[in-house]
C-alpha cells in the first residue's frame, strides 16, 4: 500500500487490502442482515435485499437507521485507528465504485468469502460486534 501525492488517492495491490474496502464491504452485508431480520418483505429491485417499508412500519424503519448509523460510526473508527490518520468519506464512497452492480445476497456472500480468508484483523471484528456504545 503506497499514498501517491500525485493523486491524493490510496493506491493497493488489491481491494481485499483495502481497509476501507473491507469495511465497506462488512457494512453492506450486517445492514442487510440486520434489515432482514426486522421484515420478510423483498425490494422489487433486488430480491435479495430487504425492503423496510416507513409508511407502514416506522419502527422498524427507526431501527434500521439507528442500527446501520451506529455501525457505520464503528467502521469510521476502525479505519481511523488502522490508518493512524483521518477518515477520508471520499475513499469511503469510491473504494466499492466497481461492485455497485452487486446484490445484497452477492455483498454478504462477499463478506463471508473475505472472513474464511481471514481478510480482517481480529480486532476489528470483535470491536465491531461489541456494541457497548
Known amino acids: 500500500m503506497y499514498f501517491d501525492l500525485n493523486i491524493e488517492e490510496w493506491n493497493f495491490k488489491n481491494d481485499y487490502e483495502d481497509i476501507y474496502f473491507l469495511l465497506h464491504c462488512l457494512y453492506n452485508a450486517k445492514t442487510e442482515l440486520y434489515d432482514r431480520t426486522l ?27 439507528w442500527y446501520s448509523k451506529k455501525l457505520y460510526d464503528k467502521c469510521v473508527k476502525c479505519i481511523e485507528l488502522k490508518t493512524r490518520g ?18 445484497a445476497q452477492e455483498w454478504i456472500n462477499l463478506y463471508q468469502q473475505l472472513i474464511k480468508e481471514n481478510k480482517y484483523d481480529s480486532w476489528i471484528l470483535e470491536y465491531i460486534e461489541n456494541w457497548n456504545i
Do not use: P, Q
Not at 433486488?46 to 422498524?60: K, L
Open 86 to 103: 483521518h477518515f477520508i468519506h471520499r475513499h469511503w464512497k469510491e473504494c466499492v465504485w466497481k461492485y455497485k452492480g452487486l446484490s
Open 39 to 65: 421484515t420478510d418483505m423483498r425490494s422489487r429491485y433486488d430480491s435479495t435485499e430487504a425492503f423496510i417499508d416507513g409508511w407502514i412500519n416506522g419502527w422498524n424503519r427507526r431501527r434500521s437507521n
